[in-house]
């Protein structure tokens, strides 16, 4: 199937209005990616390069899309990282010790030494979320073998993909672990305090007044992100289907929207995706494909839990989580990259366990055995542009992915049903 031509990549500039529902929606981004074209679009209109999330911050030199890039996902891209560091011998903005490095003492007063200081940024995007333990936990931080030197009790080293600043309209959790989100606290107060504590942390100390995080949350809010083209079957909202970006303006979302537990009382919808119903009779194979993924990913059961990808990815046409959960991480294996936290359970109905893990999640958070490893569900729309996967960036591609869960769950995936989620997958 010939695919249309991809539009020009602007990151920052208005590129044309669209029509969407009863509104306009301004074209931000129109950006490549190695399986087709994502597409950017804000229900907020169009903006210049001297919004605040544009703006360098303090004296570092680091904007909000500094780490949030709009060609990348609104995330980070270790090819374009590696570009970066090239073009800027490792001394761009981006590459700072306090959070880019592997430890904040690390020696990058060289080329090579900044090469090696930035390792986990360059080969997975990742930064470092220093977090200390937490007062009062049922666990105790019995040994720590971090390859870097660096870690404590005092502050963990914790190494962190940069969730994407778009599609919040359809967030129930703030942060990968949710540090920044309080219950019964409205979402948009919870982005507030994250920008905020970004700006502090990433920025080195920075502070926003309230009309820059305002403006800084309700352009992020006003973002919505999607795969518009793959180079395989064309446009994705082509043959009655639904996909691209257009049609998540208009989606219905509510807290627990897709729960078990829907709190209006009416039944939850069974088939979190309809996108690609309508391929499901197509004649095109790989249309088809994708149609057969949605169906997998819609119901087919994990193993013996019972449960399926869209029981934790229940918000509708969004794939994130709906009532705010968390689940394990899904790999807490330990990462001769990464540091190994080996945890004591010394109250609580845990008491004696012995945990290891890379990430306690949210477990530093609530500070409950139970919780360590666990992390909130991210948004599936726009996949594809934003590679590699997981919090940790330990899945280098959606195929890696699908594996993951297939090795996991036991799901017993065929070859060719791993071949159609992903077709799925990267469709979003």
């Given amino acids: 199937m010939t695919v249309r031509p991809a539009a020009a990549l ?48 303090g004296t570092s030199g680091r904007a909000c899309a500094t780490c949030h ?5 609104w995330s980070l891209v270790p090819t374009e990282v590696q570009r970066r ?16 490095a592997v430890s904040p003492r690390a020696d990058v007063t060289t080329l090579e030494a900044r090469r090696r200081a ?36 005092a502050e963990l080293s914790l190494f962190r993909r940069p969730l994407p600043a778009t599609n919040l309209k359809f967030l129930t959790t703030v942060t990968w672990d949710g540090r920044e989100s309080h219950a019964g606290r409205p979402i948009v107060n919870d982005l507030l305090a994250q920008s905020a504590g970004a700006a502090n942390t990433h920025a080195q100390g920075v502070t926003l007044d309230d009309a820059q ?44 929207i897709n729960s078990i537990l829907d709190q209006t009382g009416t039944p939850p919808t069974r088939l979190v995706f309809t ?16 149609a057969r993924g949605q169906a997998i990913f819609n119901e087919r059961v994990l193993g013996a839990r019972r449960a399926t990808c869209s029981g934790c990815h229940n918000a509708p046409n969004a794939g994130s989580s709906s009532t705010g959960a968390f689940f394990d991480g899904a790999t807490q294996a330990p990462d001769p990259a990464l540091p190994l936290y080996t945890l004591r359970c ?47 960036g330990s899945a280098a591609t959606l195929e890696d992915v699908v594996r993951s869960y297939d090795r996991r769950f036991e799901i017993g995936l065929s070859a060719a049903e ?3 989620l992903v077709a799925f997958l990267r469709s979003l």
Wanted: hydrophobic residues 45%; negative net charge; charged residues 20%.
């Fill in 418 to 420: 791993q071949h159609d």
């Fill in 10 to 57: 602007l990151a920052f500039l208005l590129l044309s209005t669209v029509a969407a529902g009863p509104s306009n929606l301004a074209a931000l981004v129109a950006a490549q990616n190695a399986d087709g074209v994502a597409v950017t679009l804000s229900v907020a209109g169009g903006i210049t390069p001297d919004h605040p999330f544009f703006r360098p911050l």
């Fill in 69 to 73: 890039v709009p060609s990348q996902g």
């Fill in 85 to 100: 560091f090239e073009a800027s011998a490792g001394l761009d903005s981006l590459f700072q010790p306090h959070d880019a």
């Fill in 346 to 392: 010394v109250r609580g109905t845990m008491a004696g366990q012995i945990l290891q893990t890379t990430d306690p999640g949210w477990g530093l958070v609530t500070g409950r055995c139970v919780d360590v490893g666990r992390f909130k569900v991210p948004t599936l729309r726009g996949l594809a542009g934003r590679a590699p996967y997981f919090h940790d």
């Fill in 213 to 256: 995080r305002r403006a800084i949350v309700d352009f992020e809010r006003a973002l919505l992100t999607a795969q518009s083209e793959d180079r395989r079957v064309g446009g994705l909202d082509a043959g009655l289907a639904i996909g691209g970006p257009r049609a998540l303006a208009a989606q219905p979302f509510r807290f627990a």
């Fill in 275 to 290: 996108l690609f119903d309508s391929w499901a009779t197509s004649s095109d194979e790989a249309r088809r494909g994708v």
């Fill in 118 to 153: 930035y390792a986990l940024l360059l080969e997975r995007g990742l930064i470092r979320v220093g977090l200390p333990m937490p007062a009062q936990a049922e666990f105790e931080l019995a040994e720590v073998h971090d390859p870097y030197d660096f870690a404590s009790a």
